[in-house]
């Protein structure tokens, strides 16, 4: 199933997307019984497919993106947190931070994994079946505050608002049993930045699952942003930042497209 978040008529509701584009009203909640009604209905505006509980996230988790910073392959997932209330919606625009202002704004592409059972030491083995399912991310990052405002954290500058794009849909674990090889790309202004597969993690997704929830507990709707490949902005020559007026475009194999266009934060 393609789960999708939407307002309709003023509020809010959950659908099931089908592959002719149509969608279906969906009862109950995305940790409980979830039934689809048949109902068809037409989506207002698209939002984000979760309103996590926590993001937790992956760095350095591809091998040529960890190459192409010249960092060494970790030893672990290197895990970071970003502020719940930087999710921003499918269509929505990405604002460039004024108030604390950078001028160095990056797109990361990212498998967002999203948890649907309580994890606490789950092993390997049986870390999928803790999963609702998958979307994409984007990872957006101001690496002035990532690297130099925030004392050696990188929290910082990965939370200002609307750095956490999430969508369009969830598909879930029945539909995509397997997420180890999944085309992943990002589109800035019709040109290919990112382009790679799944493939190339250096942890998969039960790995990190059985990492992070090793001595801690990841609760349902905990969406962990999995790592981005090689093609960041910020290793060009010379850097690629994001600029006003600019559209960016993750895109993932089997799941979607999500894609934001940039401006800056209001006054």
């Known amino acids: 199933m393609k789960i999708i978040r ?7 509701h959950l659908g099931s997307l089908h592959p002719d584009g149509t969608v279906t009203l969906l009862e109950g909640s995305l940790f409980g019984p979830l039934r689809d009604t048949g109902r068809r209905t037409v989506a207002d505006r698209l939002l984000a497919p979760i309103e996590p509980r926590d993001i937790i996230c992956v760095g350095l988790n591809y091998r040529q993106h960890a190459a192409e910073t010249g960092a060494e392959t970790p030893a672990h997932p290197i ?19 004024r108030r604390l202002r950078s001028d160095r704004v990056d797109y990361e592409a990212e498998l967002a994994v999203v948890i649907g059972r309580r994890c606490h030491n789950v092993r390997r083995d049986d870390a999928l079946a803790h999963v609702l399912g998958f979307t994409c991310g984007n990872d957006v990052s101001a690496r002035d505050w990532q690297r130099n405002g ?14 956490c794009p999430l969508g369009p849909a969830i598909v879930t674990t029945d539909e995509l049993p397997d997420p180890g090889s999944l085309g992943i790309r990002t589109i800035l202004n019709e040109t290919v930045m990112q382009d790679c597969t799944t493939a190339d993690m250096i942890f998969d997704v039960p790995a990190i699952i059985e990492f992070f929830s090793a001595s801690m507990v990841l609760r349902p709707g905990t969406v962990i942003l999995t790592g981005t490949p090689h093609g960041v902005g910020m290793a060009r020559k010379p850097p690629v930042f994001l600029q006003p007026g600019d ?16 401006a800056e ?3």
């Open 79 to 97: 895990m970071f947190m970003k502020n719940s209330g930087a999710v921003q919606n499918p269509g929505d625009p990405i604002l460039l931070p």
């Open 247 to 262: 559209t960016v475009t993750v895109e993932i194999d089997r799941i979607g497209r999500l894609t934001n266009p940039v």
């Open 6 to 12: 939407f307002l309709a008529d003023g509020a809010e």
């Open 150 to 163: 925030g004392g050696g954290q990188w929290c910082r500058g990965k939370s200002f608002a609307t750095f």
């Open 265 to 267: 934060e209001p006054a």
